[in-house]
């Protein structure tokens, strides 16, 4: 999967457009990612990711970084064998793409608005 643009509100994966938050795999896209408290990331958010055997997740947490990911969620994350990198979700899909170009088994979780 290759994130080739992001904007406010969109996001371009393998040239399909996306309009809705969604978490990204190297081989398949969870769309229309849901969280159960909107703002503020939590374990039960990521049961995706978890099913899927990541070693790594980029969380995208906004343009303008609204999202809130806990100190204590990327401890368990770690806990768990998942190191996980928290960025405004411009610098999180480049990171995740340079991620996807070294071949590492990544997720990317991205909050496409504020």
């Known amino acids: ?6 904007s406010f509100g ?7 457009e996306y ?11 969870f769309p ?9 990331l939590c374990i039960e958010d990521l049961a ?7 070693n790594i997740l980029v969380v995208g947490t906004g343009a303008y970084e609204r999202m809130r990911v806990p100190a204590s969620l990327i401890e ?3 806990q768990k064998g998942i190191e996980t990198f928290v960025s ?12 996807m170009d070294e071949g590492k088994n ?8 504020c």
């Open 48 to 54: 995706e990711v978890l099913k899927n055997n990541v």
């Open 19 to 29: 309009t809705q938050d969604l978490i990204v795999f190297p081989d398949k896209i």
């Open 1 to 6: 999967m290759k994130i080739t643009h992001y």
């Open 88 to 99: 405004n979700t411009e610098k999180a899909v480049d990171l995740f793409n340079q991620f």
């Open 10 to 16: 969109k996001i371009v994966v393998d040239g399909n």
């Open 76 to 78: 368990e994350l770690k």
């Open 32 to 40: 229309s990612w849901w969280r159960k408290e909107g703002h503020c």
């Open 106 to 113: 990544v997720a990317g979780a991205f909050h496409l608005t």
